[in-house]
């Protein structure tokens, strides 16, 4: 009976992978009903790498080669299974092959905005997206992490886990670029730098190296991308962040005079006369014309030219025009300048 087991067993004599186009990045060499012989060749060809697990535990591991599988070549099989000169012929042994070819245009995006602390805005929620490149570096590490005793594991297997890596690390990466927010469509390379630098020691951690990673693009949300354009059409006003708000409050008061929101008129006429109040201040001194406040009873700017005192008046209509002056205060401003004129 043991001599039909021992006719009927199938005896490997070749042990090799030819890798598929399919982003295999392990695979287990098929052993069911059979054994490997004595003198056996393992061929290992360039960018794999081959592991024999003994119950579990990795044991041999061999680089690009062909190999003549005896106990010198398999050391730590023989010491795991106490073989003393030769081993027993044949024996199973599990053996894994590991692709460390280069997975390049790998993607990683935000497929949520990304909340960051920039030195400019504070917080911002960002979106960006870009590639990166890795490889299995060490298939001892990646085979007890990652992929374990199944048959095969793919490329597309580990993206989820990969991806969720590089956007863990993108405030940190932004942190330690130091590139303010405006500027990183401008340094794309530094920031890629820095990400690949946030994210290698997790890629190590599971057996694997970061080798590239690029940035595609970098935006605000829609609502944060109308401010910033706010912002940056602040220019010919100046950049100080006061001087942002009083941009702002401009923008709105001629829907506030309308109506204040629609509830009460009186309610309304208060909120559009409080803010053209604020404004005038603004306007005031920006102009340097000396208007103290749009709600008082300021003396006019002083004007020595006629032309310069007509320039004022129709300065004085476009705010009228626009519901930050009411009738009452530009005919006191205009009788004030008329005055003048006299």
Do not use: C
């Amino acid at each position: 009976m043991a001599l039909m087991d021992f006719i009927k067993k199938q005896f490997i004599d070749v042990i090799q992978w030819t890798e598929d186009a399919d982003g295999t990045l392990a695979w287990r060499f098929p052993m069911s009903g059979m054994e490997i012989q004595n003198g056996g060749q393992l061929v290992v060809r360039e960018s794999q790498v081959a592991v024999f697990v003994n119950e579990g535990q990795v044991a041999d591991v061999f680089g690009p080669g062909t190999h003549k599988l005896t106990t010198q070549t398999l050391p730590v099989l023989t010491y795991l299974k106490n073989w003393d000169k030769l081993f027993e012929s044949p024996f199973k042994s599990d053996v894994y092959f590991f692709s460390t070819r280069q997975q390049i245009d790998q993607r990683w995006g935000t497929s949520q905005p990304v909340a960051i602390r920039d030195k400019d805005f504070g917080a911002v929620r960002l979106r960006a997206f870009g590639n990166y490149a890795y490889r299995i570096q060490d298939p001892k590490v990646f085979h007890t992490q990652i992929s374990g005793t199944r048959e095969r594991y793919t490329v597309q297997d580990l993206d989820g886990q990969l991806r969720g890596l590089m956007l863990q690390h993108i405030s940190d990466a932004v942190a330690s670029s130091g590139t303010p927010f405006l500027d990183l469509a401008a340094n794309q390379v530094e920031f890629a730098a820095a990400l690949k630098n946030a994210t290698a020691e997790s890629f190590t951690a599971i057996g694997l190296e970061l080798i590239s990673v690029t940035m595609q693009n970098v935006s605000l949300p829609e609502e944060l991308q109308k401010i910033l354009d706010q912002r940056i059409g602040m220019g010919i006003i100046g950049q100080n962040m006061g001087q942002f708000m009083q941009y702002q409050a401009a923008q709105a008061l001629p829907e506030m005079a309308k109506g204040g929101g629609g509830g009460s008129g009186i309610a309304g006429e208060a909120i559009g006369l409080g803010a053209g109040v604020a404004l005038g201040q603004t306007l005031a001194q920006t102009l340097g014309q000396g208007l103290a406040g749009v709600g008082t009873a300021a003396p006019a700017p002083a004007a020595s030219k006629p032309e310069d005192i007509v320039s004022l008046l129709e300065k004085l209509g476009d705010l009228k025009a626009k519901g930050i002056l009411t009738d009452e205060e530009f005919a006191a401003k205009k009788a004030d300048l008329l005055k003048k004129l006299g």
